[in-house]
């Protein structure tokens, strides 16, 4: 009897589900938040369009066509610097993947409109300007060397110019350029050197001396003192005796850690208080530093 083939497996009935692929998270809201620009644009609230459409484009970068919008509302706002490089990155990009060639063809037609009306800035850096590690920031971005003295397109509006230098003291200044093919110029000046910290050590020793000075003179008094001397005299010059030399104790304290401070060059704002406490029964020091 001949043998019989064996007959195909069914799949068990507790089997997973096959896997179905489910939409990215990510593309889900940069889907809404493309819709939401788009609303917001045909709305004429070009701010708030531009604002959706970047929270789109950092959630999929790859659309090309958010770019687009970016760049039309953009030039809405008259950010026409912005405006020429989103463009121009929307004809790079769909000209690589050979597609599109609708928006090419918008793109470059809006170059046309925008790219005069571009204004620029220009930051001039004098010869003797430039320290030992000087930089440039223009609105939070350091300015790369090659671009120090040259017209470079910006937006309208106002513009944060900074320089700095290690041991200078930076400066920061807001420029206002025109929103319509306007040129400005700012001429940068030397930095200061950075004020040093204050060392003052003449109170620190005066108090030394005085109280120095102080518990002389009451150990003086009290060795002259009489036994006929009334009690509370005696009582009054031993509590004096006990404060200063709290006082003196205060002055070496301070001297101490003045001179510390002093060889260490402490920051501006370094702080350091001595307060004495004394009273009939003895004394102390309480000391308060902040740095």
Same mark, same amino acid.
């Given at each position: 009897m001949p043998e019989s083939s064996p007959s195909p497996a069914t799949p068990a009935a507790n089997a997973p589900p096959p896997l179905v692929p489910t939409p990215d998270t990510n593309l889900l809201l940069a889907e809404k938040f493309f819709v939401e620009g788009r609303i917001a644009a045909a709305k004429g609230? #070009?701010?708030?369009?531009?604002a959706r459409f970047e929270a789109s484009r950092r959630l999929d970068p790859r659309a090309v066509g958010t770019v687009l919008n970016i760049a039309i509302c953009s030039e809405a706002l008259a950010r026409y610097a912005t405006a020429a490089r989103l463009y121009h990155e929307v004809i790079d990009r769909d000209r690589a993947q050979g597609t599109r060639q *609708?928006? +090419?063809k918008y793109a470059e037609s809006r170059l046309t409109f925008v790219e005069p009306k571009i204004s620029t800035l220009r930051v001039? &850096?004098?010869?003797d300007v430039p320290d030992p590690g000087f930089e440039i920031i223009v609105d939070g971005v350091v300015l790369? #060397?090659?671009s120090w003295n040259r017209a470079?397109? +910006?937006d309208g509006g106002a513009h944060v110019v900074e320089s700095t230098a290690p041991k200078k003291r930076r400066q920061r200044r807001t420029v206002q350029v025109g929103l319509d093919h306007a040129e400005k110029e700012v001429t940068l000046t030397p930095l200061e050197n950075e004020p040093? =910290?204050?060392?003052?050590?003449?109170? +620190? &020793?005066?108090s030394a001396g005085l109280g120095g000075g102080l518990l002389v003179d009451t150990c003086k008094k009290l060795n002259h003192a009489s036994d006929a001397d009334a009690s509370s005299t005696k009582e009054n010059l031993q509590v004096r005796a006990r404060i200063v030399d709290v006082a003196a104790g205060v002055g070496v304290i301070g001297l101490g850690i003045g001179t510390y401070l002093y060889l260490s060059s402490p920051? =501006?704002?370094t702080s350091v208080t001595v307060?004495? *406490?004394?009273?009939a029964s003895g004394g102390g020091l309480r000391v308060n530093a902040r740095f």
């Open positions: 609230d #070009h701010a708030a369009a531009c *609708d928006r +090419i001039l &850096v004098p010869d790369e #060397h090659d470079l397109p +910006i040093k =910290p204050t060392k003052n050590l003449g109170l +620190i &020793v005066g920051k =501006p704002g307060i004495p *406490d004394a009273s």
